[in-house]
Nanobody
Framework: QVQLVESGGGSVQPGGSLRLSCAAS????????MGWFRQAPGKERELVAG??????TNYADSVKGRFTISRDNTKNVALQMNSLKPEDTAVYYC?????????????WGQGTLVTVSS
């Protein structure tokens, strides 16, 4: 069994910063890509940022230059969000492509709410 647990969401004023963290645990042999998605009310879930096991990163155009994704080891990923805008308000989900000892699967966190409002 695999779990992804997120932390760090909350409310912030426009221009502020938040840091999201995600820790994977369970019967994990390896983790390939990790990333963050978000879903705003009435909208589809979208990729915010991703990072491979080799450290290559990619970002949505809307967050480039403001958000930074990082991995501090093979099972933890973080998203530093600066210069936040009201349109960044969404539920943020951690994602990981995980190899267990029996299969490969897509793991998702439970989601953490980020609200940007004055």
């Amino acid at each position: 069994q695999v779990q992804l647990v997120e932390s760090g969401g909350g409310s912030v004023q426009p221009g502020g910063s938040l840091r999201l963290s995600c820790a994977a645990s369970g019967s994990i042999f390896a983790i390939y890509t990790m990333g963050w998605f978000r879903q705003a009310p009435g909208k589809e879930r979208e990729l915010v940022a991703g990072i491979t096991s080799g450290g290559d990163t990619n970002y949505a155009d809307s967050v480039k230059g403001r958000f930074t994704i990082s991995r501090d080891n093979t099972k933890n990923v973080a998203l530093q969000m600066n210069s936040l805008k009201p349109e960044d308000t969404a539920v943020y989900y951690c994602y990981a492509r995980i190899r267990t000892f029996s299969t490969t699967l897509d793991g998702w966190g439970q989601g953490t709410l980020v609200t940007v409002s004055s």
